[in-house]
């Protein structure tokens, strides 16, 4: 079968290529034409339409000062769709974008997979009315969201989270190896999560590295966003202060505790069974507009949603500030708060289900 694989974002492109994988193992003579990133493009052996690097535009004043570049980007991606005729559009998350490519390909006539829901549980829950119309079968990968769907009578199959599946292919790795590659000294580690878009990123790593000077026994190592040079971030490296690339999972397992700015790396941290502080911060106009249009919703980190109760801290905005990381991140790396968080992460590995995601969302979409 041709497949048309839409991905806008990092995440997106590591579990759209899990996929990718376990489709090519199930059908002999799958054939790719995607929208993504690096991973996409090892599996595939061609570079994406386009790179997600060219799409990923978030919050709200961003996507407002972009939006002529996200309706080119629109037309131009139904030009190509219709060019190339797939037998199936498999989209993942990115909803502004995806959802308008769901109408456009279902008038068609193809068949539309969505992989990876938008998160229409926190906030625009009238975009199910969309998902109902336009998409064939939704696989999702939070045990929650099959309720949440089947409340909005849209049959959704939880296949499990793609993350157990990347993550339980990883090889042991040795610390010792790992520092001596990376020039790193002898000091345990703390991980720095910044995210991925360089304004969040040098607000982030600048409040992270507030805390350097009472923690003076471990060594603060970044972990580089494949989006970013590795020039932006040399400002930041000094004797205690070291930088890695591309090797995120890698310094996490060899680290003993981590601050990761929310999103998608604060389930990895916690599948990588490593204790962390969540932290966000975004524009006060972004924040305030988010306050008021996500809607029944507790926390900000995936971690805190699926298991529904507060496993991780979440310092929010103000909250984020020199203080109250010193007192979180001391809580983590020894004591109680440590010994209960890594429990906690046992029981949320047991609520994700095992490994296989991709391969059940591969046999949905194949003979669903």
Known sequence: MKYYIIAGEASGDLHASNLMKSLLKKDSEAEFRFWGGDLMTAVAGFEPVKHYKELAFMGFLEVAKNLRTILKNIKFCKEDIKSYQPDVLILVDYPGFNLRIAEFAKGLGIKVIYYISPQLWAWKEGRVEKIRKFVDEMLVILPFEKDFYKKHNVNAHFVGHPLLDAISDLPEINIDQFKKENNLNEKEIIALLPGSREQEVAKM?????????????????????????????????????????????????????????????????????????????????????????????????????????????????RELNTKNLVTELRAIIEGDKRERMLANFEQLRKKLGGKGASDEAADLIING
């Not at 070291?242 to 310094?251: I, P, R």
């Open 205 to 317: 790593l600048e409040l992270m590295l507030s805390v350097r000077q009472q923690f003076k026994e471990y060594q603060f190592v970044i972990a580089g966003a494949p989006s970013l040079p590795k020039e932006f971030y040399q400002k930041y490296v000094d004797d205690n202060v070291h930088f890695v690339s591309n090797k995120t999972y890698d310094l996490l397992r060899c680290s003993k505790a981590a601050l990761v700015t929310s999103g998608t790396a604060t389930l990895e941290t916690a599948l990588l069974n490593i204790p962390e502080v969540v932290c966000y911060r975004s524009s006060t106009i972004s924040y305030e507009i988010g306050k008021r249009v996500v809607k029944n919703i507790k926390y900000i980190s995936l971690v805190n949603l699926i298991m529904d109760k507060e496993i991780v801290t979440e310092l929010i905005q």
